[in-house]
């Protein structure tokens, strides 16, 4: 999936994926992660997703990685934060108290450029891409974070009756990227009301991955 494809969706504002209200279940299952109030959380693929301000709100230091600028400085706005903006070898980064965003390609963040992160919470990350793609990020993944916990919330349905993203993710997927660095639970598995993006049935599932 060429970067053009996602810019393209962000200056068309065709973002079906962004929810304007943060998402319920990072709040409902966030506290399974068991962090330390000031814990720096990276939320891979961030966007302009609200589920930031809620982690701000609550104590919690981010860090992101977004391919759109675009998307970035809305999120800014959104926040009424005015960051400081760098260089960091290919990728900008937009910095204010507390947060840190990495504005390019995820594949071009170090594990130096990243810094520690305590735990990752990934809403929109594999969810986005394709499946040629998720070896290569999974992989990268817990290179960059040293595997820290995760909080990854996937769908699962028919892939045949509508084309990603985000993509359908099973089980078994989930497993084969993770289980070998992981103990994986699945905290919660609920029914999309009203289907995925009115169009096709689908499950949300929230699973827990933390390090053995």
């Known amino acids: ?9 962000w200056e068309k504002g ?5 929810q304007s209200e943060g998402n319920p279940l990072l709040r409902e299952h966030f506290e399974k992660l068991n962090l330390a109030m000031g814990s720096r959380v990276f939320l891979p693929l961030c966007g302009k997703t609200r589920d930031l301000a809620w982690l701000l709100k609550s104590g919690y230091r981010v860090v992101g990685a977004e391919l759109s600028e675009l998307a970035i400085n809305e999120l800014f ?10 260089r960091v070898g290919k990728l900008t980064l937009y910095h204010a108290k507390d947060i840190d965003i990495f504005v ?4 071009d963040v170090s594990a130096e450029v990243l810094g520690l992160v305590d735990a990752v919470y990934d809403r929109a990350a594999l969810v986005a891409l394709p ?4 070896n290569q990020y999974t992989s990268h993944l817990m290179k960059i974070t040293n595997a820290a916990p995760q909080l990854l919330i996937c769908y699962e349905y028919n892939q045949q009756l509508m084309d990603g993203p985000p993509f359908s993710i099973s089980e078994e997927e989930v497993k084969d990227h993770y289980a070998a660095a992981y103990q994986l639970k699945a905290v919660k598995s609920k029914d999309v009301a009203g289907g995925l993006k009115g169009e096709v049935a689908s499950i949300e599932t929230v699973w827990l991955l ?3």
């Open 77 to 86: 706005n959104n926040l009424g934060v005015e960051p400081k903006i760098t």
């Open 1 to 9: 999936m060429e970067a053009s494809f996602w810019h393209q969706k």
């Open 104 to 107: 390019g390609d995820i594949f």
């Open 131 to 134: 499946a040629s793609m998720r």
């Open 210 to 212: 933390q390090k053995f």
């Open 14 to 18: 065709d973002i079906a994926f962004h």
